[in-house]
């Protein structure tokens, strides 16, 4: 199965802590979204999430390794998550790339300031304020957001 890749236009040194930037086009309506990371690692999670959408798997086992339940948070995926296998369906345009290195103890803080930004200067769809959701969620919430593009 081939899914986007995220790619490095700006050259962001992947060694510190950075900021990173999907964007989403349906070809009439755009989605964003600002995350931040330590590792380029992250980078690569929003690929194996979209892997596990499309096969129909929760976020993570019910179960941890040692036993324990799995709090509901962690079975629950992003909405940014459902957009971009959406994409992957639809093909869509992706673009994800790193934005800019800010100090760790900075990360936060700049993430929100991002965030406002791109809610205020667009007038696209922000994907950080939406709901987490199940995989149970999939073909109800996919055909909801599909008809509120058309």
């Not at 700006?10 to 995350?35: A, D, S």
């Not at 330590?38 to 929003?46: D, I, M, P, Q």
Request: proline share 5%; net charge positive.
């Amino acid at each position: 199965m081939k899914i986007y890749k995220w790619t490095n236009p700006k050259k962001v040194n992947l060694r510190l802590p950075f900021l990173y930037h999907i964007c989403i086009n349906t070809g009439q309506t755009e989605f964003n979204y600002i995350g931040k990371a330590s590792t380029k690692s992250r980078l690569n999670e929003y690929r194996r999430n979209v892997a596990r959408i499309l096969d129909g798997k929760a976020r993570r086992p019910k179960t941890k390794r040692n036993g324990e339940p799995q709090s509901p948070s962690n079975l629950k995926y992003r909405y940014v998550h459902l957009v971009l296998a959406l994409a992957h369906k639809q093909n869509w345009e992706v673009k994800h790339y790193p934005i800019e290195n800010v100090e760790k103890e900075n990360l936060n803080n700049r993430e929100q300031q991002m965030i406002e930004e791109l809610n205020t200067t667009c007038e696209h769809f922000g994907l950080n304020e939406k709901p987490t959701w199940e995989i149970e969620e999939l073909d109800t919430l996919s055909k909801k957001l599909l008809q509120g593009i058309k």
